[in-house]
């Protein structure tokens, strides 16, 4: 326990931490300090002075921000003189900003705009002509308007501290002295935007939103990030229809105020020309728009040819899709068609490590373990690029707390900068890596370990039960790569296991086939390819199978289809996903995009058609059934329904261990690629830096 | 990039004499000898010294536009230095300025045609007790008068 010292402000008495900041305790008493430049969880900066409050015995008025209490401290924020020193600081920070708050970006969202409306003057003495810089522009995505910035620095400590890039500084001194870019005229950095977000006013804006609306014609939806399987909350500004911005001010969910490139700027696929808008029918040879009406009896007509005969047929499902719409896909595949063909691209071995673990409930690390661990060790995988929420939380959790990061991957990665240990391990070799570490690591009082698609099969157990040997807790996140990732193989889109990861046979039922066994099957009947592109790099042995796609871009696989639905992207719709330490968290629609359907409506309508009965299609009710019926699943629904997140445990003793080879590989996406969605985003692929490289960090030093 | 080998020594004294980790605090003597060596501080002398120390070229560009006798530009053979600030304000310092403006035809941080002189205002040098002061490159001037100034100029003018 800390010691605590007795301090007097605005002539109460306050027990407060030793050496706590007085701004903070003044907060958590509800004393407003109006600051610029102080920013929980970054270094004091000390440098705006809007902060400033009188103690007694000091002869000056003392920074708030940077002031820690001490025993018999007397502290007055509210007197006369502090509120001229306000008026003052404002003054100032106003003698040569532009106020053209009618039509700039922050307008409204403006923290100096509200300070100035609070503890301003209301007019000012400066009559001189305001000094101008025309607006730069330092990358597609960041603008910069100097004389707009109050120099509080935000934005280069955020950039340097929370995102580890150090893209911003400051030059020149005094009244002329400017926020600037990496390399002179431009940025050259992650594109993340945190400096956007973070600054307080609108000097620094994103070329997707600037200029395009007031903040308060938006609606704002609180939803999931539809690109990484880190599972972000993000904020949703929609506008007549359309996503203009995304961000996390509210810092709620599990990823606070952290967003990256593609969660941020990455939504522009929703609104893409290029969005399938109609359903298609392959009609002599060529796929011409029909009704939605056509289409779904098609589809339906042509499963129960195929059932009745006992044909086959195969389903490849989604990495994006909600729990909801994976666990009725499957349950139309196996209860409607009695069929386990069923499987979708998986990119890392969740089911070894919940084998392994063999029913411990407490050994899933979730995405605030990782900012709260003292040590932690990633293995295979460029954590930066290919999980940005959880390298973000790993460098926070040094900055803060000092943990200590150990790493053994096959090329330089950022985590280098802090690691303690940093191994090179050519793929293959990295559990000899990580036995050398054995002496260090049993050392540390607790260990997350992070694992990629490297680590799969038989290389999990060893892991696991180096894990076992060191003596110590041990948690453990496999690393995957897509927003549902950790839902597709939890509701059971696999041959070889239901949700829930019971076993088939369970079921009295057979494996089915994997992926490839489906599209090497020269006499599959049907193949129903959901959200997922399979034909991009391989060939479909079934020359004359009938093959349905739910997309929402015609790529490779689209093309092949005899149908298509257009399929509402995860910002259309409600549902549940699961991240990839198994947190759930829920979907909120924010908009409605012209002729595109949820895939569970499409998976509804069609079993409606073809006369099963699977229960209703709405998504509240298909979860209530996820919370039933899939162990693990039993999450708390006030955590979700009020945005949070419940991690889900399904670990109730071993998974048998699947007899089929199934291949696990991750797509290896960079920060600045994502999939099919990252190809139609035109604000990922605008920037310098697509698509980017894994394990090229420190190569870009400039 | 390459420097004098008088210039290399003191580079690998000074990176001994900081804790390790803390190389960065060569920064801005390292910016300076090689200023002296060089006569200006070169593009080619930033991504130098920004590879020497392992930071970016933003953090020594921070450094440079925080101090003014780093200069991106050549500056003359002799660097006219003319205080301007309290103590050598009251005693001339601003007409001696002017002065050296109009006997070396050029103003504040130029550059004579000839590259012999340049020329700026500075702020206090700590030679307040003799005002108005100069420096030209390291060399302090006392009490310096318009007279004393145009002496001091024709006989470097001589020395080429
Ligand atoms: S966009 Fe991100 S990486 Fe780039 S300068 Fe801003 S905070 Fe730094
Ligand atoms: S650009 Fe914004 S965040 Fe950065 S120093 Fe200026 S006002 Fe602060
Ligand atoms: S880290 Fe992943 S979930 Fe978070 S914003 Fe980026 S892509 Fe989205
Ligand atoms: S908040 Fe204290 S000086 Fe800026
Ligand atoms: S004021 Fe000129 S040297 Fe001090």
Not at chain 1, 592 to 598: I, Q
Not at chain 1, 652 to 658: C, D, F, I, Y
Not at chain 1, 672 to 680: A, C, D, E, H, V
Request: glycine fraction near 8%; charged fraction near 20%; charge should be negative.
């Amino acid at each position: 326990m800390a010691e605590l010292v007795t301090l007097t402000i605005d002539g109460a008495q306050v027990q407060a931490e030793k050496g706590a900041l007085l701004i903070d305790v003044c907060k958590a008493r509800g004393i407003e300090i109006p600051a610029f430049c102080y920013y929980e969880g970054l270094a004091l900066q000390a440098a705006c002075r809007m902060c400033l409050v009188e103690v007694e015995k000091m002869p000056k008025l003392q920074p708030g921000c940077t002031l820690p209490v001490a025993e018999g401290m007397v502290v007055k924020t509210d007197t006369p003189v502090i509120h001229e020193a306000r008026k003052s600081m404002l003054e100032f920070l106003l003698a040569n900003h532009p106020l053209d708050c009618p039509v700039c970006d922050k307008g409204g969202e403006c923290e100096l705009q509200d300070m100035t409306f609070r503890y301003g003057l209301g007019e000012s003495r400066f009559l001189e002509n305001k000094h101008h810089v025309d607006e730069q522009q330092w990358s597609p995505v960041v603008f910069f308007d100097r004389p707009r910035c109050i120099l509080c620095y935000r934005c280069v400590r955020i950039c340097d501290e929370g995102v580890g890039v150090d893209a911003l500084g400051v030059v020149q001194r005094g009244v002329v002295s400017a926020i600037a870019p990496s390399h002179g005229d431009h940025l050259e950095c992650d594109e993340c935007g945190m400096c956007i977000d973070i600054c307080p006013v609108g000097a620094l804006t994103s070329g997707m939103y600037r200029y395009k609306t007031r903040p308060w014609e938006m609606n704002h939806v609180g939803t999931i990030c539809t690109h990484c399987s880190n599972g972000c909350k993000t904020t949703l500004g929609v506008r007549g229809g359309q996503v203009i911005r995304a961000n996390n001010r509210d810092h709620s969910g599990i990823n606070g105020e952290f967003l990256c490139v593609k969660g941020r700027f990455g939504w522009d696929f929703v609104n893409s020309t290029e969005r399938a808008q109609s359903p298609m029918l392959r009609t002599n040879g060529r796929l011409e728009p029909v009704s939605w009406s056509r289409a779904l009896m098609t589809v339906a007509r042509k499963l129960n040819e195929v059932k009745q005969r006992g044909g086959r047929v195969g389903f490849i499902a989604s990495n994006h899709t909600s729990n909801e719409e994976n666990y009725y896909l499957q349950k139309l595949a196996r209860q409607g068609l009695r069929s386990n063909n069923i499987d979708h691209h998986r990119t890392g071995d969740v089911v070894t490590l919940i084998d392994a673990l063999a029913g411990r409930t407490d050994a899933l690390a979730t995405v605030a373990d990782l900012y709260a661990a003292k040590a932690s060790l990633v293995i295979a995988s460029d954590l930066a690029q290919q999980q940005p929420l959880l390298h973000f939380q790993l460098r926070a959790n040094w900055r803060h707390h000092r943990s200590r990061t150990y790493v053994v991957t096959p090329g330089p990665v950022r985590e280098r900068k802090f690691a303690v240990k940093s191994l090179h391990a050519e793929p293959g070799r990295e559990l000899d890596a990580v036995e050398s570490l054995r002496d260090d690591l049993s050392k540390e009082p607790e260990l997350v370990i992070l694992f990629g698609d490297a680590i799969q099969g038989d290389a999990v157990r060893r892991l696991v039960a180096f894990g076992d040997s060191l003596g110590i807790p041990v948690k453990y996140v496999c690393l995957l790569d897509y927003s549902n990732s950790r839902g597709a193989i939890d509701m059971g889109l696999a041959p070889g296991l239901l949700p829930g990861y019971r076993p088939v046979a369970e079921a009295g039922l057979e494996p089915g086939m994997t992926i490839a066994e489906m599209l090497a099957d020269a006499s599959l009947d049907v193949l129903w390819v959901v959200g997922a592109n399979p034909l991009r790099n391989a060939r479909l042995a079934a020359e004359n199978a009938f093959v349905v796609v739910n997309e929402m871009f015609l790529a490779e696989t689209a093309q092949r289809a005899d149908v298509i639905f257009p399929a509402a992207s995860a910002y259309e719709k409600e549902g549940t996903v699961t991240n990839v330490c198994g947190e759930v968290q829920s979907l909120k629609k924010a908009l409605k995009v012209m002729g595109a359907k949820t895939d569970l409506e499409i998976f509804g309508l069609v079993a409606a058609e073809m006369g099963i009965d699977l229960g209703p299609f709405q998504p509240g009710a298909v979860f209530e059934e996820i919370r039933r019926e899939v162990r693990g699943y039993n999450v708390s629904l006030p955590v979700i329904a009020t945005g949070g997140a419940a991690q889900s445990v399904p670990l109730n003793g071993r998974v048998p261990a699947l007899t089929r080879a199934e291949l696990i590989q991750s797509a290896r996406d960079t920060l600045f690629t994502s999939g099919t969605l990252g190809r139609y985003s035109k604000n990922l692929t605008s920037v310098l830096e697509h698509p980017g490289k894994l394990y090229a960090s420190g190569i870009e030093t400039p | 990039m390459t420097f004098s080998a008088e210039l290399e020594a003191r580079f690998a004294k000074m990176m001994q004499s900081y804790p390790p980790g803390r190389e960065r605090s060569a920064l801005v003597p390292m910016l300076l000898y090689a200023q002296d060596e060089i006569g200006h501080v070169s593009e080619a002398l930033i991504l130098e010294v920004a590879a020497r120390l392992n930071i970016s070229r933003l953090d020594v560009d921070e450094v440079i536009g925080y101090y003014s006798m780093l200069h991106k530009r050549p500056l003359g053979k002799y660097h006219v230095q003319v205080c301007t600030n309290i103590s050598c304000l009251l005693a001339g310092g601003e007409q001696l300025l002017e002065h050296a403006k109009k006997s070396l035809g050029i103003g504040h941080k130029e550059v004579t045609p000839d590259g012999q002189f340049s020329l700026e205002e500075v702020e206090c040098m700590g030679a307040c007790c003799w005002a108005p002061a100069l420096e030209i490159n390291y060399d302090f001037h006392h009490f310096v008068t318009p007279e004393k100034l145009d002496q001091l100029i024709a006989s470097l003018e001589k020395v080429q």
